[in-house]
């Protein structure tokens, strides 16, 4: 057997460990590199070539990722659901502190205020100063219900814009990933593992599944196909898009549609969902509520009003709220022009008359809300109680989702994560292995020294 | 389980940060002394707190309410006060009229004292406050007793109504009147002293005898009135003090649900921060550890 032979085998060692060496390195390096994965480099003995059957050394058999495939199927499913739980609990979090409860300046307050501004009248209502006090409570409280009116919709609107960049995202996921595939795919060939752009391609599916819930596939080419309530979103290298188109049927809010087909593109969780949910249900629901409690006290005080009479004793039947509920009301524009409309008196020509403010106060009390078992103020205070407790748990749980989606990434951090203690023990073997073979290649060296300088 | 590297900084930082958040929130409810500051920080406790908060306001509405009713029944009652006074002596010169021995000179003289007596008589029916008529029912803009000829009427008509003037004092629609409508009670007094000032004129020493006893009717209900109006202004009073006790138990709740407890916060307040102090250091400590210090 030729001397030469564990001069190859040695010099074979000196290049692999390199190369792993190597590995270690690019394992450093990407120690803060967020979606890396640590890859290893996977050594194999040479089989022995010829008589006596001595190994051949060692070389590189591949360089992969770590990676727990089912980890990232966890963890996206999960993205999904506090994707969505996170953005209703921000949108909530925003509508229950519109309503101003319950601090001074509150609707609570404003309400009471206006009635206790009719008690006041009912004390004097030949009082100009009371007959002022009455419309200012009353704008306030319009205006202030106008306020969360506007609030709720202004919330709408911005998770309508933000449906519309969250399908831009999507869009720009879907052509980043096809693109991956598609380069996955030609070094695939080469036999490259594509470690570095598989990565990236991971992280873009972590993202995506944040926005919407997905179903993915991995080919054995190395490639994944994408789908979103069953339709490809990404197949190989090819990806579909969606866009958004305004529905007149609902306040020119947008629709999200596949542009192969124009078919409505359903989500089941996701930002998107959570989005959709909050624009079209849930504030919806709760904007009704509102002007349903508003609504009852424009006409309830304009009827009890109407029948009344003003200061002259003779001005009757006029309303006291312009509008119909909280997109407009107002306290009409006539009443505050001459306060002396203000109907405080049930009788005509009696000045001292109060009983028509005693009357209006009294509504503060009326059960004349959800089929007539509510006041005013038990309504209210059922709709603000309710939004703050979907509040708190849609945080609860957005909360807890997020946990769960940290100690899922913990889980899989723990197995691709990079370990600097241990990249360092690696580096030391790879290094000490570096210089045994060097050793032995300066022993084979002494002995073919030893064979061809003093072998007379 | 193996640790990597960007899974310990980002616990640690997330440790950090969760402190952080737990040690402002705990500031925040120092610094306005407020448990609850939106609805979700309590939302059933909001519920009470809001009902509990128009309660209150409701309270301090009626109480604001009594002290009106108390001002308008005190008015009427010191105004009855002065009638009676004007009565009482109509009375003793009623008395005096109808002694036999006096002759007709001395009744006209009484006769023009009583006419005094009745003008006086007629302004306090006529008294205002703050441009209100007091007696007028509804009609508190015009004065409500106009004699048909001034200085010696014949008659006193009266143009007021019979509107009531109530106060809303307490739950339930509980309200007290507060005004007397002149026209039961002043007119007989009126057309009393008219026909007592002709009786005397007249020198009809029979009818000014008749007239005494009628001057002492209208007092006794002069006096009823009076009683009338001190029932109202106990009524108003026990109302008050329910009141006032109500909100002393209205605002230790909205205080129970709303108000930080002081010292509850403040063990808080150290809690957190030494839970944060103690992520602290753990970052310092942990982050340090290295296999490469030992490497050299």
Aim: hydrophobic share 40%; net charge negative; no cysteine.
């Amino acid at each position: 057997m030729a001397i030469s032979v564990g001069l190859n085998t040695a010099m074979r060692a000196l290049l692999t460990q390199q190369a792993a060496m190597d590995v270690t390195s690019h394992n450093v390096a990407n120690l803060n590199t967020i979606g890396y994965t640590r890859q290893r480099a996977h050594l194999e003995a040479v089989s022995p070539v010829g008589m006596p059957p001595v190994g051949g050394g060692v070389e590189i058999q591949s360089v992969e990722r770590v990676r727990d495939l089912f980890m990232d199927l966890q963890l996206r499913m999960e993205s999904s659901a506090e994707g969505s739980f996170r953005v209703q609990a921000d949108s909530l979090a925003l509508a229950e502190v519109s309503l101003g409860e319950p601090n001074e300046g509150g609707i609570r307050q404003l309400m009471s205020s206006f009635f206790n501004a009719w008690r006041d009248l009912a004390n004097a209502p030949e009082e100009s100063a009371a007959r002022q006090a009455v419309i200012q409570t009353g704008s306030s409280f319009s205006l202030a219900a106008q306020r969360v009116d506007r609030t709720f919709n202004a919330l709408r609107d911005d998770a309508n814009d933000r449906v519309a960049l969250l399908v831009d995202e999507v869009n720009t996921i879907g052509s980043e990933i096809a693109a991956l595939n598609s380069q996955i795919m030609t070094l695939r060939v080469t036999g490259d593992a594509a470690s570095d752009l598989t990565d990236r391609r991971d992280l873009a599916l972590d993202r995506l599944a944040q926005i919407s819930d997905i179903h993915y596939v991995e080919r054995d080419n190395g490639t994944v196909d994408i789908y979103i309530a069953g339709r490809a979103l990404v197949s190989g290298n090819v990806s579909n898009q969606l866009y958004v188109d305004p529905d007149i049927a609902n306040s020119n809010y947008f629709d999200v549609k596949w542009t192969a087909d124009n078919s409505l593109a359903q989500f089941s969780s996701g930002e998107i969902q959570g989005l959709l949910i909050q624009r079209d249900t849930d504030l919806p629901s709760r904007i009704a509520d509102f002007n349903t409690f508003v609504a009852q006290i424009v006409t309830d005080v304009n009827a009890v009003h109407a029948a009344g009479f003003g200061a002259d004793g003779i001005a009757t039947g006029n309303n006291f709220f312009s509008g119909t509920d909280a997109t407009d009301v107002l306290v009409d524009a006539a009443i505050v022009a001459a306060p002396t409309l203000l109907a405080a008196a049930t009788l005509p020509a009696a000045p001292g008359d109060s009983s028509n403010a005693h009357a209006i106060a009294d509504l503060q009390f009326a059960q004349n809300l959800s089929a007539g078992t509510q006041s005013y103020e038990a309504f209210y205070g059922g709709l603000v109680t309710t939004l703050g407790t979907d509040a708190r748990d849609t945080r609860a749980v957005a909360e807890s989702q997020q946990l769960l989606l940290a100690q899922i990434d913990g889980f899989r951090q723990s197995v691709s994560g990079v370990n600097l203690d241990e990249e360092m023990v690696q580096m030391v073997q790879y290094q000490r292995a570096y210089e045994a073979a060097s050793q032995i290649i300066r022993k084979i060296d002494e002995m073919l020294d030893q064979l061809i300088n003093r072998t007379i | 389980m193996r640790i990597s590297h960007q899974s310990v900084a980002q616990r640690l930082m997330r440790e950090i940060a969760t402190g952080q958040q737990a040690l402002f929130e705990t500031q925040e409810q120092l610094a306005s002394g407020k448990k609850i500051s939106k609805p979700s920080d309590d939302p059933f406790g909001l519920s009470r707190t809001l009902a509990a908060r128009s309660d209150r306001d409701l309270s301090a509405q009626w109480q604001r309410n009594i002290t009106v009713a108390e001002d308008d029944l005190g008015l009427s009652e010191a105004l009855l006060g002065n009638l009676g006074d004007l009565l009482q002596r109509s009375q003793e010169l009623a008395t005096q009229g109808a002694n036999g021995a006096l002759t007709g000179d001395a009744r006209q003289q009484i006769g023009l004292e009583i006419s005094r007596l009745l003008t006086e008589a007629v302004a306090i029916g006529n008294s205002s406050f703050g441009g209100r008529y007091l007696f007028a029912g509804h009609q508190t803009g015009t004065p409500p007793f106009v004699e048909d000829i001034p200085g010696a009427p014949t008659v006193v008509n009266y143009v007021g109504d019979a509107g009531s003037i109530e106060r809303e004092i307490g739950p339930g629609g509980e309200r007290i009147r507060v005004n007397i409508t002149g026209a039961g009670l002043f007119n007989g007094i009126y057309s009393t002293l008219i026909q007592l000032r002709d009786d005397l004129n007249a020198n009809d020493q029979a009818a000014v005898n008749l007239g005494s006893g009628a001057v002492s009717a209208d007092l006794d209900r002069v006096i009823e009135a009076r009683g009338d109006i001190g029932a109202k202004m106990r009524q108003a009073g026990v109302a008050r003090d329910r009141l006032e006790d109500g909100e002393l138990r209205l605002q230790s709740l909205i205080a129970g649900f709303e108000e930080a407890d002081l010292a509850e916060s403040l063990v808080d307040l150290q809690m957190r921060d030494t839970a944060l102090n103690a992520a602290l250091g753990a970052v310092a400590r942990t982050l340090n550890t290295s296999l490469l210090d030992f490497l050299r």
